[in-house]
């Protein structure tokens, strides 16, 4: 990621059959926002009242039925090769409210496993045939919608009227807050995607970054950027986590988590830990589910994120646990996401045009319902962002979070409080 998400549109309750059908489904299931479906036959529907308002556009009677029959990849597939479309910009608004009327799909529980098992089985060559079918298109089309930095997740919005580049940097800084750095210190960034987040510490923080990504697009990007800003205390290399083998005082990844997969997270806090020095602290932000652990959706997987997986923290926290590490804090992001996508979505449509002459009309249909479906996705469902802080040792974090936000303040005096601090928690272990 950087951008790992499965959209998970509510979706029981469709099924096969004929357009009469088809039309009672959605005259019985839609109670909240209006739908306006308008029919090849030049026939128009009206399904519910107030609300959002949202009209759906048919142009194959086709990609009715396929809808109806396969909901959760029936209705991006269709969407990207053209059968339906929306009036004035409104896809969001169509998606928010089928994803506001109808029941969540449910995977049966003895099937779960085995569908997790096939789409996230993420060995090292598949991790990079995964990330190189989403990350290493021309770095052009990034450019396009992305802050000037290319940070690929989630902003941080301070206040309501933050630019993208405003909320970015504010995230950079937030979470250089969270790793308590001191000048001259070894930091990895694992999934370093465009080079964002390292150059930012490297040029404000005064310490040494080491990033590692899976993709030849973002590495050639981040080597090239690191010659032109003349930075000798940055450098980026083509590895897997599981490839790097060296020590670190801090460790940072940033919507890296959500390619994984689910029978690789106790591999990568492992990694995580054999990698920090004794005294060292880690930070994992991650696209998360704040309810219980699900699968991917089938469209997301086939189209976007192939071998991703969205975890819940009682998944996260258990990999933690069992590799020993300190679990010194943990944040959730609420709706900062759905913020960011909704920017993102609109530099896309801006340069939509462009995008469309170099790779067609079906990959800017796929990307802006993804990015769409995302959003609303992160305003209507349990998908929030974690950070996760942890360390070996417990003196190593300060016991109030008072640091994150005066974190300016933190001159040489500070840290002579904090060992002070240190020699009190010595006290009290012996």
Request: net charge neutral; aromatic share 12%.
């Amino acid at each position: 990621m950087k951008l790992f998400i499965f959209a998970r549109i509510k979706t029981t309750g469709f099924c096969s059959g004929d357009l009469g059908m088809y039309l009672k489904l959605l005259e019985n299931g839609i109670r909240k926002g209006t739908i306006y479906l308008h029919l090849p036959s030049g026939q128009t529907h009206q399904f519910g009242t107030g609300g959002k308002v949202a009209h759906w556009i048919i142009h194959s009677e086709k990609a009715m039925h396929k809808i109806a029959r396969d909901w959760e990849f029936q209705l991006g597939e269709t969407y990207i090769h053209g059968d339906w479309s929306v009036e004035d910009c409104g896809l969001q608004d169509l998606l928010f409210i089928l994803r506001d009327n109808f029941s969540e799909y449910r995977v049966s529980k003895w099937l779960k496993p085995f569908i997790t098992c096939l789409q996230q089985w993420n060995g090292i060559t598949r991790s990079y045939r995964n990330v190189s079918h989403h990350y290493d298109l021309d770095n052009s089309i990034f450019q396009r919608f992305l802050d000037e930095n290319m940070n690929y997740s989630c902003g941080y919005f301070v206040r309501p009227d933050c630019s993208l580049e405003e909320a970015q940097q504010a995230k950079c800084q937030h979470i250089a807050n969270k790793l308590l750095l001191q000048p001259g210190m070894r930091v990895l960034d694992i999934g370093c995607g465009w080079g964002g987040m390292a150059f930012y510490l490297a040029q404000h923080k005064d310490v040494e970054v080491v990033g590692i990504t899976l993709s030849k697009q973002q590495l050639e990007f981040a080597r090239q950027r690191q010659k032109t800003l003349g930075l000798k205390n940055v450098r980026f290399e083509l590895e897997d986590y599981r490839e790097h083998h060296d020590h670190y005082d801090r460790i940072v990844s940033i919507g890296m988590f959500e390619h994984v997969g689910k029978p690789f997270y106790n591999t990568f806090f492992e990694n995580i830990k054999n990698m920090l020095n004794p005294e060292g602290a880690a930070l994992v932000h991650s696209i998360g589910r704040s309810g219980p652990p699900g699968v991917t959706n089938p469209w997301i997987d086939k189209y976007i994120f192939p071998g991703g997986s969205i975890p819940a923290l009682s998944e996260m926290c258990r990999s933690v646990e069992n590799n020993r590490l300190l679990l010194t804090d943990v944040e959730l992001l609420r709706l900062h996401y759905a913020h960011t996508l909704r920017v993102w979505f609109e530099r896309f449509q801006q340069h939509r045009q462009e995008i469309c002459q170099q790779m067609g009309q079906e990959f800017c249909r796929m990307w802006e319902f993804y990015l769409a479906i995302c959003e609303v996705a992160f305003q209507c469902s349990d998908l929030v962002v974690f950070q996760l802080q942890m360390a070996l040792q417990h003196h190593v974090i300060p016991t109030t979070r008072d640091y994150l936000y005066r974190f300016d303040e933190m001159t040489p005096e500070f840290w002579s409080i904090r060992d002070k601090a240190d020699i009190y928690t010595d006290q009290i272990k012996h």
